[in-house]
């Protein structure tokens, strides 16, 4: 595998945590920003201090091609703080011409003057979580912006893209959500069609454990679609996004032609990536790693790989293990449009042809409805009822690896 070329840097601070959330985040309250003084601040300041300690004492590696500012609510921090973090990455890896360089805004936590702040410091991608139009939703999600917050922030955006200040941006929403229709996702996919943004991520609710959404489940406050109805919503997004010009390249992922996120494409391809900051994922080499999910975990993390010898250069990558795991490459081949060379793989391997076989009878009926391709090496699920079965296929596929993948 060759080094990463893309890394990915957690802000995990937020104003409150919403009512699905389960990622790693620091509440920091309504009031906090990172001007000095100000609610949060002290905090903002020395994680930042942590991260950038964190970079500096990585490994060295070659120019990057994609980063990606994510969180958590990255439009926390001050541009000149976003500034410094890119100078920091600058001076580990370098930066490529034409990198992409994304950040993620939330509506009502930023404006047009430190929108404009961003980009004049190197940001070129934005991706705003608005997540729904519906001021009812948004409270039940228990988001701290609502409609009339996201249409300026759409303005700004669509202003910036127009006169060449920024490169693309996206718009997130999310569908499947408790008591939806198939009417009123209508109306928030017409809604994001006319703001036009040229990338949406449409992103399926999932109630994650000891999240708020968890509880009011577990007392059976929460209606979510039923299976069919969820098919359905899945299949006017990609109808409706597919009509107005977006192309699916991703389960989740609609772009109109020449904005699919390069960032993205790493994480679904395979190759490595750097991951800092706290909570992080990083694969540098295929070996997946975690950072700590509290601050003082994460802070105790950085202070031991400070004190630990040399950092090496990515020359002295591992030559074994330097493949993502098998679940991994799978999953991420089988929500991507160009699907998985899954022929490949089993050379790869070693895996006997009847290996192959063996698997397409498995998934005979999958195949005989229509919902899964084999093109010479490649496996493709076929849109969007297709990818709306990816779990189960790649479970169907995993149990096939027990029987012909052991050694
Ligand atoms: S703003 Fe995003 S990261 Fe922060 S709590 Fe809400 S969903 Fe989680």
Do not use: K
Request: aromatic share 8%; proline share 7%.
């Amino acid at each position: 595998m060759r080094p990463p070329r893309s890394a990915y840097l957690h802000i995990p601070f937020c104003h409150r945590r919403c009512f699905y959330c389960d990622f790693a985040v620091v509440p920091l309250g309504d009031r906090a920003s990172a001007e000095p003084g100000a609610p949060g601040s002290a905090s903002i300041a020395a994680y930042l201090e942590q991260l950038q300690s964190e970079i500096r004492s990585s490994p060295a590696g070659p120019p990057l091609s994609t980063v990606y500012l994510g969180g958590g609510t990255p439009s926390l921090l001050s541009p000149d703080q976003v500034g410094n973090l890119l100078q920091t990455l600058q001076d580990r890896f370098g930066l490529a011409p034409g990198a992409e360089v994304s950040l993620e805004l939330d509506p009502a936590s930023f404006d047009q003057e430190r929108l404009r702040g961003y980009l004049r410091r190197g940001v070129n991608r934005i991706s705003l979580g608005g997540q729904s139009f519906d001021d009812a939703v948004l409270a039940q999600l228990g988001r701290r912006h609502r409609r009339a917050d996201l249409e300026q922030a759409i303005g700004w955006l669509q202003r910036e893209h127009r006169h060449g200040g920024l490169s693309s941006w996206s718009l997130d929403l999310i569908q499947g959500l408790p008591g939806q229709t198939l009417e009123q996702w209508q109306q928030q996919l017409d809604a994001a069609i006319a703001a036009r943004p040229p990338h949406l991520s449409i992103y399926d609710l999932i109630v994650e454990p000891g999240t708020v959404f968890e509880r009011q489940q577990q007392r059976g406050l929460l209606d979510l679609p039923e299976a069919d109805l969820a098919a359905d919503l899945m299949e006017q997004t990609a109808a409706r996004l597919g009509a107005a010009g977006y192309g699916q390249y991703e389960i989740s992922n609609h772009a109109l032609p020449g904005h699919a996120s390069r960032h993205n494409r790493v994480y679904w391809s395979g190759a490595g990536w750097w991951g800092f900051g706290m909570g992080a994922t990083s694969a540098p080499w295929g070996e997946r790693r975690a950072r700590p999910r509290t601050r003082e975990g994460y802070a105790e993390a950085v202070r031991e790989q400070q004190h630990s010898a040399q950092p090496p250069s990515a020359a002295d990558a591992p030559e074994a293990g330097n493949d993502l795991p098998l679940d991994d490459l799978l999953l991420v081949g089988l929500r991507r449009r160009e699907g998985v060379s899954l022929g490949a793989l089993a050379r790869q391997r070693g895996l006997a042809p009847a290996a192959l076989e063996a698997l397409a009878d498995r998934l005979a009926d999958v195949r005989a409805r229509g919902l899964l391709m084999i093109e010479g090496d490649r496996w493709r699920l076929e849109t969007p009822a297709g990818l709306a079965i990816s779990n189960a296929v790649l479970r169907e596929m995993l149990a096939w690896w027990e029987v012909w993948g052991a050694p």
